[in-house]
């Protein structure tokens, strides 16, 4: 049995060299047909697996896993297992999908009945949210806001080097990529005015961030430490925190985001499992001044994905200009769980924790318009000649990202959302 992480892996299903979903990969994500309910799937190339005919044709016998895991709206269920089954399920589509194997590959029956083309199916939010959290993670994003709109010479704030700061968010109002939105409304003040007006955000922005999902529960009044972290994460998406700024500006003090966060978020639809990550691990910041016992962690505890924000208005093609990194993380996931923790607060399967805007040390690699047009200052030029300082209606925000090493290179897909006129 080869190891489904093997560099030296290939996969009967051909997989173009550029394609976020090699055999390495396997990500989980839910789907549907137009003739079927939704279930879990695989994907593999341009192709998804179905588990539900997988399992109903007797190829995971083995696992014993009941059948209703697999038809369902959601993978809660199915990260509800635990990781070590998870990790046997994806060994074993591992071992059916490796070239050398005929088991699968030579059953022209079975293999039209378990593929399907993506591009032929919808694919839907991959797990039931019950809570939400967004952290303020990256150290150049929070610099570069604290630079803008408090003191530069000291634009973080005393705690930020002390604890990762975070917010409850909704979790109600996370779509999947591709579904479309209204541009908010709320109460705006310019600075030169007496009093707020109420209309659509004017400021609309994204936010680049990655977000990791809980698979294992704790009870209230469990922490969970740095070293065990990873066994509650079950894997990560890519996600867009849309922000409307000038609604934010005037809302935030003193209890941070609220209606300029919690219109809309989009979320990628396949889970990359934190065991595909595992090879991309890398060292990052040092922390400085040193951090409390219990955010201490050992090892490279960053990850290598490479980072890419694109705006497509209507009718035209797309820009590329953001080019990030999530290695830049000040805070890292595990210490983001073990803080969201040690006070007892408990967690839930299904549970997303975004990672906050990950911006570089470079302009062209901050992950917001905010940063990127520096508060509307710099216009960004489009491949179209047109500008934009924010986002406009009908523009179209597209995310990916990937890792690369050994040739393998393990991808996310999209986060994908359309801007529609205020109603």
Known sequence: MIKANDPTLKSWIEVDEN????????????????????????????????????????????????NSVFINQYLNDLMALGKPTCSSLRQRISDLLNENSAELRDNKEAREKALQYISNVQMLMPVRVGDYTDFYSSIDHATNVGTMFRDPANALLPNWKHLPVGYH?????????????????????????EV???????SLDFELEVAFVIGKPTSLGESVSTADADDYIFGLALFNDWSARDIQTWEYVPLGPFLAKNFASTVSPWIVTLEALEPFRTAGYTQEPKVLPYLEYAGDKNIDI?????????????????????????????????HHTVNGCNINIGDMMASGTISGPTPNSFGSMLELSWKGTKPLK???GRERKFINDNDTVIMRGYCKKDKVRIGFGEARGKVLPAL
Request: net charge neutral.
């Open 19 to 66: 394609c976020d979903f090699p055999i390495q990969n396997l990500p989980f994500g839910i789907f549907k047909t137009q003739s079927s309910s939704p279930r879990v799937g695989v994907a593999i190339g341009d192709q998804v697996l179905d588990l539900a005919v997988l399992n109903k044709l007797g190829y995971l016998n083995n696992l014993k896993i009941d």
């Open 169 to 193: 968010g909704r979790a109600s109002s996370i779509i999947i990529s591709g579904t479309n939105f209204h541009r908010p409304k709320g109460q705006t003040k310019s600075a030169d005015a």
């Open 196 to 202: 707020p007006v109420f209309g659509p955000c004017k």
């Open 306 to 338: 490479k980072l890419e924000v694109s705006i497509q208005p209507e009718n035209s093609t797309e820009t590329a200009i953001c080019h990030s990194n999530y290695k830049f993380m000040y805070w890292t996931m595990e210490q983001q769980l073990a």
């Open 382 to 384: 489009l491949n179209d």
